[in-house]
């Protein structure tokens, strides 16, 4: 089954590790076979891996993308889920890093990129709530 992306004007994508724009027209793009591919929007650069959730997600997006470096991104990821898991303790949370991790087994990154994105609203709450609490107590 063929993958149907409709990109806009100048919008970037990356199609296994090389990045691609297009041009200046809408465009439709039909991929017929199974590749790596992420638009713009889903790529985490390094600088901005400053969280637990988004260095996760970028060890997932280098797996999925960079197959050569797979295996130092697979243990990075796994030694910064397990910190995760261990400093949680939320059902829903938690669910969802079991999901991501199963994903992760099967090799179906993408998915597991979009689970991990799912933490970031969880993430952010809590890294909120901290900042508060260390400026009230200042």
Same mark, same amino acid.
């Given at each position: 089954m063929a993958l149907k992306i409709t !990109? *806009? $004007?100048g919008e970037k994508f990356v199609i296994n590790g090389a990045v691609v724009v297009n041009g200046d027209r809408r465009t439709s793009l039909l991929i017929q076979n199974k590749v790596s591919i992420l638009r713009e929007k889903d790529v985490l650069q390094p600088?901005?891996?400053n969280? $637990?959730?988004r260095r996760i997600y970028f060890d997932v997006m280098m797996m =999925? !993308?960079?197959d050569a470096a797979h295996d130092q991104y697979k243990d990075e990821f796994t030694?910064?889920?397990t910190e995760? @898991?261990?400093a949680i303790s939320n059902k829903d949370a @938690?669910? *969802?890093c079991i999901s991501i991790i199963d994903d992760v087994n099967k090799?179906? =990154?993408y998915g597991a990129l979009m689970t991990c994105k799912k933490l970031l609203p969880f993430e952010k709450e809590r890294l909120d709530y901290d900042s508060a609490r260390e400026s009230a107590s200042s």
């Open positions: !990109l *806009k $004007p600088d901005e891996a969280t $637990p959730v =999925y !993308l960079d030694e910064r889920m995760f @898991m261990e @938690m669910a *969802k090799g179906q =990154y």
